[in-house]
């Protein structure tokens, strides 16, 4: 039997994947991640010189490219798209990361504001579209990985935040519930095309510039009583987008510390 060894399973050499939002604090280690294990990597940001410069410090024999990208514009998403084949000569892979969001919860949210944050799950569809019709143009495999949250499967604890910053967004929660969703609805229509479509669902991974009494009531909610670290997250995503997870589709896979498991 010639069964492929764990190496080979995980191996993206001859692969390029485009990761948008790669200049953010989970993009650029998850670009490290694919860099590391052989792809070619296109980092896709709203700034032109974010990603590129992102691109340039990826480890690996690369080239690396950098595109401009915006997931709330149509142009920007097909320009961005072409410019990533154009650059690489093919896209494989799809990372689904780049979000803009506002920060008003129930008390102050706007309609327009609400709708505005919601054109980010239309951005994904749109270019997740884009990443099925290319590979399906080449008779190739394709992976798609949309980056969900936690908080679009459960609520979020209101004293968590209460005295210290703006609670959990409700659109960002409505956002993150919708991406999941279209991930399952996506991956069992783009089957028979040999594109595997998955969530990728990160718990609590605060920046430095999260507020620290915030930071550590959340991490009295966590099983785990800790934060995540963004390299925790590389394993789970190279293990979606891969040939290791090559009978993985339509799933959502939560990097949470256990914090829904209660």
Same mark, same amino acid.
């Given at each position: ?5 764990? $190496?080979?399973?995980? /191996? ?15 993009? $650029?280690? !998850?670009?490290?991640?694919?860099? =590391?294990?052989?792809?070619? @990597? ?13 691109? =340039? ?12 990208? &915006? ?7 097909? &320009? ?10 093919? @896209? /494989? ?5 780049? $979000? ?7 008390? /102050? ?29 080449? &008779?190739?495999?394709?992976?798609? @990985?949309?980056?969900?949250? !936690? ?10 935040? =209460? /005295? ?30 040999? @594109? ?13 510039? %999260? ?24 394993? %789970?995503?190279?293990?979606? %987008? ?9 799933? &959502? ?10």
């Amino acid at each position: 039997m010639n069964e492929p060894t764990i $190496q080979q399973l995980f /191996d993206m050499t001859g692969q390029t994947v485009l990761i948008t939002g790669a200049s953010g604090l989970l993009g $650029q280690s !998850m670009a490290r991640a694919f860099a =590391e294990a052989g792809a070619t @990597v296109v980092a896709g940001s709203r700034e032109l010189s974010r990603a590129q410069a992102v691109a =340039e410090t990826l480890p690996g024999d690369g080239p690396h490219f950098g595109v401009e990208l &915006n997931h709330l514009l149509e142009d920007s998403i097909s &320009n961005g798209f072409a410019a990533a084949v154009a650059a690489a000569g093919q @896209v /494989d892979v799809l990372i689904n990361n780049g $979000q803009q969001g506002h920060a008003m919860d129930v008390t /102050d949210v706007t309609a327009e504001v609400f709708s505005k944050d919601l054109q980010n799950a239309t951005g994904y569809f749109l270019l997740a579209r884009q990443l099925r019709d290319h590979v399906a143009s080449r &008779n190739a495999a394709g992976s798609i @990985v949309m980056i969900g949250s !936690m908080y679009g499967v459960v609520g979020s604890y209101p004293d968590a935040y =209460e /005295d210290i910053c703006t609670a959990s967004p409700v659109q960002y929660h409505t956002l993150k519930g919708g991406i999941i969703q279209m991930t399952r609805h996506l991956a069992v229509y783009w089957a028979r095309d040999n @594109v595997r479509v998955n969530c990728l669902s990160p718990g609590p991974f605060p920046s430095d510039a %999260a507020p620290a009494a915030m930071v550590e009531r959340l991490v009295q909610r966590s099983p785990m009583a800790r934060m995540g670290q963004p390299e925790e997250l590389k394993g %789970a995503a190279l293990l979606l %987008a891969s040939r290791a997870g090559s009978y993985i589709t339509g799933q &959502n896979l939560l990097v949470d510390g256990g914090w829904t498991a209660w």
